[in-house]
């Protein structure tokens, strides 16, 4: 039985043997996020929340871009002498989004199968993994409309590619090419347009056979790893290497290399 038994009007959802895909889907938008794709969003992400059995999520957009940030079309120019508090929405919606997305137990793998700006952008870059389709572009777009970026943007940008490129990229807005995001370690790995939906269920399968216990050890090691002393890294990784030696995973990973086999891990 499907574990969210409804049709989304602006996301895609399945869930198969643990890993959850959610597609993005106002194509005619590019993506962009409205009100209502965050509501959506926000209940699949609470239902992943309390899943034991969730192994791995992926998310990508439907059509010839990923997500082009906010839908500024809920944003109209207000009238002479009227303002709009735009940390409303951070706060309420994007914050939300950003730190449910980390705070998963398992790899949140992005394809990202074209324009990625704005908020969009932020939404990749809070990915563990990111895949890129070779047309695939990324766009700091915010200056464009007089705005600084958002949605963890100022805080993931700058520690995968540096301060001097994230730097320029915001102030410049300029559209960055697939192939420059891979040679600056933006993205793990471009594929050929085509291949994008087969490396999408390759990548399911992967997530729904892996070692589940160990990517949350990983996830949480290496993202706080930026916080503490190498002493108490040292320290972190012995205890989340006790907790994963009691692992079924761990005895059939063993087991598995002494038979020279595959290991059929069960993610407990
Ligand atoms: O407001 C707050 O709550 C604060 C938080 C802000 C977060 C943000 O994300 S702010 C940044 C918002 N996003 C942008 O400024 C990007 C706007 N879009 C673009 O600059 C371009 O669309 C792209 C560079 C991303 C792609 O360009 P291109 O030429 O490939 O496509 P296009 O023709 O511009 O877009 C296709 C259609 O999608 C088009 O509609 P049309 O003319 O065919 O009817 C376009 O208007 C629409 N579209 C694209 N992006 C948005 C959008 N409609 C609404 N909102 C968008 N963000």
């Known amino acids: 039985m499907a574990i969210i038994d409804k ?28 009100e209502q794709m965050h509501l959506e969003l926000k209940e699949v992400l609470f239902v992943l929340q309390s899943r034991l059995d969730l192994r791995g999520v992926i998310i990508s957009g439907e059509g010839r871009g990923f997500c082009a940030g906010q839908d500024l079309s809920e944003r109209a120019v207000l009238p002479e002498g009227q303002v709009r508090d735009l940390s409303q929405g951070l706060e309420k ?12 137990p398992v790899p949140v793998v992005c394809f990202v199968n074209g324009v990625a700006a704005g908020a969009g952008l932020s939404l990749v870059l809070a990915c563990d993994i990111i895949i890129a389709a070779k047309s695939a572009s990324f766009l700091q777009a915010f200056v464009r409309i007089g705005l600084a970026p958002d949605a963890g943007s100022t805080y993931f940008l700058p520690r995968l590619i540096g301060t001097q490129r994230a730097m320029a990229m915001s102030m410049l807005g300029e559209v960055i090419s697939a192939e420059q995001a891979e040679q600056w370690g933006l993205v793990w790995r471009l594929v050929e347009d085509t291949e994008l939906v087969n490396e999408m269920q390759l990548m399911r399968e992967r997530l729904q056979n892996g070692a589940t216990c160990s990517y ?37 990973g063993t087991q598995a290399f002494f038979e020279k086999r595959k290991a059929r891990f069960n993610g407990r």
Request: proline share 3%.
């Open 7 to 34: 049709t989304f009007e602006t996301i895609k959802f399945d869930y198969v043997g643990g890993v959850a895909t959610i597609i993005l889907n106002r194509p005619e938008r590019l993506n962009s996020f409205t």
């Open 93 to 104: 919606n994007y914050k939300p989004l950003i730190l449910a997305i980390r705070a998963l």
């Open 216 to 252: 949350a050890a990983i996830k949480d090691l290496i993202y706080n790893s930026g916080t503490v002393s190498l002493e108490e890294q040292l320290t972190c990784e012995a205890l989340a290497q006790r907790e994963l030696g009691y692992t079924e995973d761990y005895r059939e």
